[in-house]
């Protein structure tokens, strides 16, 4: 987990950091129903989106109200060990996936950036959530499936699209999210799917959760999690990298800026639709994918991306799909 202070220290999982990675995943899940109360209508969904995330995160706008909750993270027994010798580098598959995170540039050209410092894995956390009274059932429902979401398909710290810092939920008010088969795993999405993944919902303004979100897990677990991120990488790498027959500005699908492309792919900044998970399956790790396909890019010279090579690279996990 790439996660620390103002100078890239690993220094500890703070509130801050999780409550901003809850309100990503809360954004995800309420787009859709918001937009159905709201009778399709994208401005006023959007409006009504902030007003409850406000209300119910806190906001910081005009004079600004307090969250309806505190939130508590207790990681005393979480080791920062302040090592840098993971990933190892571009070559390595894990590396393919970390741009950023392993030490580039000289000093003689000025452009030396170090080797992150990372929290090791294997580690265990929790998070508490003490929610006024008057914060009604459904809306604490929609922040425990803020929770799930998290930790099914989530994670903290740099790269953590790309799988690096992935959280594993272990359970919410006793209820347990351990799997011991990946079709545990499948049935937990597939839950949630049924809430979330609404029909109607078919290009979301940012990333969240609509027709075309789809989810896949390699059904080939390995023994660490590091192998598991190993493997993703190395299937990213050879449907997308140099081994593959892709080449230019359809690339920039899978996020920007890309070197590859135009001037303006290079220049431009969009998250990928694609995000990588490791999880655990009993004493075994395995790699997934969620794709979220939403509206690309705000300059239409960079909107409508190959959305389906995007999709397809789900393709190449060898589990089941959930369509």
Known sequence: MFIGDAEQKASGISPASVKGALRFWWRAL????IL?????????????????????????ADKGNAATFTLRVDAASVKTEHKTDFPKGGNDPSGYLGLGLWESGSHAKGNFQPHREYISENQTFSVTL????SVSTAQQQTLKDALLA???????????RR?????????????????????????????LFATYRLESITQPPFTAFGKGSRFA????????ARTAHATLGMKFKDYRGQPSPLRGSVKRVFGMPYAGGTRLEGEARRASPLLFHVHPIGNQFVGAL?????????DTALDR??????????????GSLVA
């Open 30 to 33: 309420m787009w859709g129903k």
């Open 36 to 60: 159905t109360d709201e009778k399709m209508d994208s401005n006023a969904a959007l409006q009504a989106l902030h007003q409850q995330e406000s209300a119910l995160f806190g906001s910081s």
């Open 130 to 133: 003490k929610i006024q009274p």
């Open 150 to 160: 998290w930790g099914l398909f989530g994670g903290l710290g740099s790269r953590a």
């Open 163 to 191: 799988a690096f810092g992935s959280v594993a939920i272990q359970s919410i008010d006793n209820t347990f999210f351990t799997f011991s088969k990946t079709t545990d795993y499948f049935a937990a999405v597939n839950q």
């Open 217 to 224: 897990i390699n059904d080939k677990s390995e023994k660490d």
């Open 290 to 298: 969620l794709f979220m396909p939403a509206h690309f890019h705000h």
């Open 305 to 318: 991306p190959s959305y389906t090579l995007a999709r397809d690279f789900l393709d190449q996990l060898q």
